[in-house]
């Protein structure tokens, strides 16, 4: 494939503030610790004190992949190497985090994880003395179903139809038999696609809790890139987190820490995304995942009889760590809580989200990661990269808006000419002379000579539309042409990624997609990646 890289903020896509943190706009700079440069990094690495219990997390994660031969991993020797790493005070993790997505949701999932391999590469190169262990944090305590249940591959909508309650990562995937033969319908025959439905297959067929049907799957994907899966989900990591648990539901820190920073992004015109509880904790059994609130002295457990004092929470805790789940704002500080994390790499959103969270990691005395804009990409099939080139398009001009696109074509390639920009020219200096007359007879005339050019200046914006539009109807099948190229990669006027699955380029070319998007994303360089097939 060919890459073509243009600026994040001339997409049109993101927030002003991903762009203003991206920029390095100054107001931001106290809401995070570390610029995303090789310099943040080295900054970090000095002063970085880590919090987690290593030979803890590498027998958890050793259990989660080795502890029966069905969940072993398919990379098992990569992926044991770099769990076994995870004990040396020189390795560090880069992680990314994500929903249990049915066959990975939209592509920009698979991106996360590419963005996650790449930088770990990079750092390596640049700090060849210290190790960088990519991880992908699976969301798998997470209970919106309605997010994760469908995908959409080819233009088709696959779903997963079921009631679920309580952690995502615990249900059991023996009801997706129906979306999983849609699915594998849509991959055909033809190319790679054979590899692609027997992992799908076995991920969601062979194990009895998606959490470790989405380590399959991924881990099928990644491991070979040394890809380590975490499911944090686990009493003993919980056990490790638990003086934290305890501290914040009682002294409810994150609430007050978050929302006195939420009030000053909101003074700084940061639209907020997400916004603490008193208490930032759910109480976690099977089917059953429901908030934590302190009424009438007592610890609740909402939509259930289940309550606690004050001591029998903290018992509760100490005995059944595992029941607690973590929240939105709290999920990131566990995560950095149990892993030697580095850097965090995520969306737009969950960049402005993690900002609000910085004086939360002072509160509790763990070091905020380095925020990295994951990757982000366009992939345009040889068919719409031939459309494009006879329309005579540049890369970034499929970014515009289609109406936008269509006039600027119109106007480039008319015979007649479509712009009155030299006639309001030359009427400007008319009524410069008119307003001078008018002024030499009468002074208070000149408002009403200013009404009646802005008058005249409305009509001939209306008067210019009409002859584009005029002009549109020429050029009717040329500009269908614009509306297939734009339907084709910006779905529902969005970006492809946010769409569409990554199962037909698979199906074309196999592994070596994965192996494309590593080569070409640069996670430091913060430029959206069009990657256009070769003929």
Not at 131 to 148: G, L, Q, R, T
Not at 175 to 185: E, V
Not at 236 to 241: P, S
Not at 449 to 457: D, F, I, M, S
Request: hydrophobic share 40%; aromatic share 12%; charged share 25%.
């Amino acid at each position: 494939m060919d890459v073509t890289c243009i600026s994040y903020k001339d997409t049109g896509y993101f927030s002003p503030t991903v762009i203003d943190y991206l920029d390095d706009v100054p107001g931001l700079r106290k809401f995070y610790s570390y610029r995303p440069t090789l310099d943040g990094f080295a900054q970090l690495l000095q002063n970085k004190k880590v919090v987690a219990n290593r030979p803890l997390l590498a027998n958890v994660l050793t259990d989660q992949y080795f502890d029966n031969e069905k969940g072993k991993s398919q990379n098992a020797k990569t992926v044991a190497a770099n769990i076994s790493l995870l004990k040396s005070p020189d390795t560090y993790t880069v992680t990314t985090g994500h929903q249990l997505n049915i066959f990975a949701g939209p592509l920009y999932f698979i991106y996360k994880i590419v963005t996650t391999i790449k930088l770990s590469r990079q750092l390596k190169e640049q700090f060849p003395d210290k190790n960088f262990v990519p991880v992908y944090w699976m969301a798998s305590e997470d209970h919106d179903f309605a997010e994760i249940n469908f995908t959409t591959i080819g233009g088709k909508k696959v779903h997963w139809w079921y009631e679920a309650s309580g952690a995502t990562g615990r249900l059991n995937p023996d009801t997706i038999r129906q979306a999983l033969n849609q699915y594998k319908g849509v991959l055909g025959i033809e190319g790679h696609a054979n590899e692609l439905a027997e992992i799908v297959e076995t991920a969601y067929t062979k194990f009895d809790k998606l959490a470790d049907a989405t380590r399959y799957m991924v881990d099928a994907l990644f491991g070979q890139y040394g890809l380590v899966i975490i499911d944090a989900d686990d009493p003993a990591l919980k056990k490790h987190f638990a003086p934290v648990m305890e501290r914040d539901i009682i002294g409810q820190n994150s609430f007050k820490n978050i929302t006195a920073t939420n009030q000053e992004l909101q003074q700084l015109g940061v639209q907020i995304q997400v916004n603490p509880r008193e208490i930032n904790f759910f109480y976690l059994q099977d089917s059953l995942r429901e908030r934590l609130v302190f009424e009438d002295n007592r610890y609740k457990v909402l939509n259930t009889e289940i309550a606690f004092s004050e001591a029998e929470l903290k018992q509760e805790i100490a005995d059944h760590p595992e029941r607690f789940s973590p929240n939105v704002v709290m999920r990131p500080l566990y995560q950095e809580y149990i892993l030697p994390n580095i850097a965090y790499i995520g969306g737009g959103a969950e960049i402005v989200y993690w900002l609000e969270l910085r004086s939360n990691f002072e509160q509790y005395k763990v070091d905020f990661p380095v925020l990295i804009l994951r990757n982000s990409g366009l992939v345009i099939r040889k068919e719409a990269a031939a459309k494009i080139k006879r329309m005579g398009l540049a890369v970034a001009d499929i970014f515009k808006p289609t109406d936008a696109l269509k006039n600027a074509w119109i106007k480039k390639h008319s015979e007649h000419t479509l712009t009155l920009q030299e006639e309001w020219r030359e009427l400007q200096l008319v009524f410069e002379k008119i307003k001078s007359r008018a002024a030499k007879i009468d002074p208070t005339l000149a408002p009403s000579t200013e009404a009646v050019q802005a008058r005249l200046k409305k009509a001939l914006d209306n008067l210019e539309k009409k002859l584009v539009k005029a002009e549109k109807a020429n050029y009717h099948t040329r500009l269908e042409q614009i509306d297939q190229i734009k339907n084709e990669l910006f779905p529902k006027d969005s970006l492809q990624e946010r769409h569409e699955n990554f199962g037909l380029e698979y199906v074309k070319w196999g592994q070596g997609f994965i192996d494309e998007l590593i080569r070409n994303f640069e996670p430091l360089d913060f430029n959206f990646a069009v990657l256009t097939e070769t003929p």
